[in-house]
């Protein structure tokens, strides 16, 4: 079993910044695509950014030039920057990881529990 556990939420003004961290452990062999969700309420989850295993990322409009993703493949940990935050970037944000768990193509898909980032105005 894989687990993924997210830190880093928590409330702050808008034009603050923040940092999420998503540590994955369990039974790995190989992690592929690690990325960030999210999901306001009301609305339905969306992509924030995802990372490769080699370094490619790929992230959304609404956050380019704001939210910088990064990993540590050592660690199996994903990491998430946010900065110039904005009331609108209030929401539970997941962490999201393609796992292999033994050697071979065929990965699963996990997820974290989420972590609660709110941004005042």
């Known amino acids: 079993q894989v687990q993924l556990l997210e830190s880093g939420g928590g409330l702050v003004q808008a034009g603050g910044s923040l940092g999420l961290s998503c540590a994955a452990s369990g039974t790995i062999f190989r992690i592929d695509t690690m990325g960030w969700y999210r999901q306001a309420p009301g609305n339905q989850r969306e992509l924030v950014a995802h990372?490769?295993?080699?370094?490619?990322?790929n992230y959304a409009d609404s956050v380019k030039g704001r939210f910088t993703i990064s990993r540590d493949s050592a660690k199996n940990t994903a990491y998430l920057q946010m900065d110039s935050l904005k009331p609108e970037d209030t929401a539970v944000y997941y962490c999201n990881a393609e796992v292999a768990v033994v050697n071979g193509p065929f990965t699963h898909n996990y997820w974290g529990q989420g972590t609660q980032v709110t941004v005042s105005s």
């Open positions: 990372i490769t295993s080699g370094g490619s990322t």
